[in-house]
């Protein structure tokens, strides 16, 4: 049985670090753990193409609905660190929260990097010989130009190189059916996918299931890919590939893994956040979900019942660690630290930077081109905004000569600070994708506002399983409420053309421009290009806007 005792003690590598709040921690600092029990899994999660250092600030909105209201990962700022017992200034304030960012970005420094979560990893199994699981939450081979270039390739080397033992994805089924199997064949270790199934048979694309065997105990890791898939990103490039939540499917699995003598049970998971939430509710035996694709890091685990959910953040920020003791085919006890990878702390692996270096080399010069300037923090992460979405609406505008600008509401790209020179890699990080075109397109009013209920639908909706995870869709040109709490199709009012400052009407055509679209052969050039001609004329200053007007948040 898990105790109260056991979460305290999940959280004491965590609370070791703000004993010197004010000052960077050192590696070993980052790396202290008093180990526990026969097995330990080490997560790793929505990386999104990120092989070097970075800054990545945390949302400053994350909302909840229905049940989840309030309940992390649904808290930010300030209210994340009371939560948490987190000092204000210290080196998890700048890593886990957006207060503050600047001042503690210019005092710790950049996060993540290949070679230091290497560093990390090495650690951790030297430490613990033949007790380690190491697995990867998926949104690894897409989010910067070396994926886009190689087709994933250059992650699957870091994976191998790295010593992964199974994943799931979402973000890798944009290459292609053809590719993603070609990249699976290559990995040297399961890329699961227990959710997938294809059209004709209804057989498994992908194995269900890895099973291992780690300090005299038993795991079974259960793969989920992103449920949402076909939906979220275009199902033309995957046609006889069928996903889904399947819960039924899930149960089964679990149930058939404990009979065939699984001491210990791991859901892997690209769900989201609330969906596993409600999945540790409703499937029985499950012992941990490791869960990915909502971009959250919790410094502990929130416990369901007797499962686990651990969140281990997103662009190689955090590595989860989380050691356990098995008795009698259940979890008797557990330790956990999320381990944030500050750069300048964590002395990088020689082998992986080599090889960082060597994927990278072909495109070095292509991705230190300096494009434009910002006078103004850059970011992206957050429920309705990001100053990195308002300029690439404001280029749409601009250069495809639009009235209302759409941009989609992903969660991956990396962070500027002000004053900073901004490199085609730096745009690259927010567009790198396989379907970037920017097309300019006329929408009725009544269109526009059904676009916009349709993604506060997938993003608000009170049940967990209805939930696509992502953020609100970005938008210029027009501004809006967003009632969070209304029903479907009733969320979004006061829909204004801010250039008149007049209603949008039903009936008229409004010049719309976008990109991402999940239609097939959409025409315009990609989105980067219209993004550096608009930084061509002169740095540039995103504030963030108040264009979207919450209510019941």
Not at 15 to 44: E, K, M, N, W, Y
Not at 230 to 242: T, V
């Amino acid at each position: 049985m898990i105790t109260r005792r056991d979460l305290l003690a999940a959280g004491a590598a965590l609370a070791a670090l703000p004993a010197r709040a004010q000052q960077a921690p050192s590696q070993s600092d980052l790396l202290r753990f008093d180990p526990l029990g026969q097995v330990t899994l080490i997560h790793i999660t929505d990386i999104h193409g990120q092989l070097m250092p970075m800054l990545f600030r945390e949302a400053s909105t994350n909302l909840g609905v229905g049940e989840a209201r309030g309940q992390p990962p649904h808290i930010t700022g300030e209210a994340f660190l009371r939560a948490f017992g987190l000092p204000r200034g210290g080196a998890l304030s700048h890593a886990l929260t957006d207060v503050d960012y600047v001042d503690l970005a210019r005092r710790f420094g950049p996060m993540g990097g290949a070679d230091r979560i290497a560093t990390i990893v090495k650690a951790i199994k030297a430490e613990r010989p033949g007790r380690t699981i190491l697995l990867d939450g998926g949104d690894t081979w897409q989010g910067a130009w070396t994926n886009l270039q190689t087709k994933g390739a250059d992650m699957v080397a870091f994976q191998t190189a790295l010593g992964v033992e199974a994943m799931v994805g979402h973000w890798e089924f944009t290459y292609g059916a053809d590719r993603v199997k070609e990249l699976a064949g290559e990995l040297g270790f399961p890329f699961l996918g227990g959710n997938i199934q294809d059209t004709e048979w209804n057989e498994d694309v992908f194995p269900a299931e890895a099973v291992f065997e780690r300090g005299g105990v038993k795991v079974a890791v259960i793969g989920q890919a992103f449920p949402y898939t076909p939906i979220a990103n275009p199902r033309w490039m995957f046609p006889d590939w069928e996903f889904g939540i399947k819960e039924e499917k899930l149960a089964g699995r679990v149930e058939a893994a404990r009979t065939a003598g699984a001491q210990l049970v791991v859901l892997l998971s690209h769900n989201g956040f609330d969906v596993d939430r409600k999945i540790a509710a409703r499937v029985p035996g499950i012992d941990v979900i490791l869960t990915g694709h909502t971009h959250d890091a919790l410094p502990r685990p929130l416990q369901v019942g007797t499962t686990l959910l651990i969140a281990t953040g997103a662009n190689g920020k955090f590595v989860s660690r989380l050691d356990l003791d098995v008795k009698d085919g259940k979890v008797a006890g557990f330790r956990h630290a999320l381990i944030p990878v500050f750069s300048n702390a964590i002395a990088p692996d020689a082998e992986m930077a080599a090889l960082v270096h060597r994927v990278r080399e072909p495109y070095a010069a292509d991705l230190a081109r300096v494009v434009g300037r910002t006078e103004s923090l850059l970011w992206r992460r957050g429920n309705t905004a990001g100053t990195w979405d308002d300029l690439i609406c404001d280029a749409l505008l601009e250069q495809r000569e639009a009235e209302v600008a759409l941009s989609p509401g992903f969660r991956w790209g990396t962070t500027l600070l002000p004053g900073t020179d901004i490199t085609a890699e730096d745009v690259w990080a927010q567009t790198a994708m396989t379907y970037p075109a920017a097309y300019r397109i006329p929408m009725k009013g009544e269109m526009l506002k059904a676009v916009l209920e349709d993604v506060a639908d997938n993003l608000f909706n009170p049940d967990p399983y209805y939930q696509q995870g992502g953020d609100m869709v970005r938008s210029g040109g027009i501004s809006f409420t967003l009632d969070v709490a209304a029903p479907s199709g009733q969320r979004v009012s006061a829909l204004t053309l801010l250039r008149t400052g007049q209603p949008v009407e039903a009936s008229r055509d409004y010049t719309v421009a976008g990109w991402a679209s999940i239609n097939q052969a959409v025409e315009g050039p990609p989105i980067w290009d219209v993004v550096f001609r608009h930084l061509a004329k002169g740095p540039v200053r995103a504030e963030p806007r108040r264009d979207v007007r919450l209510r019941n948040a």
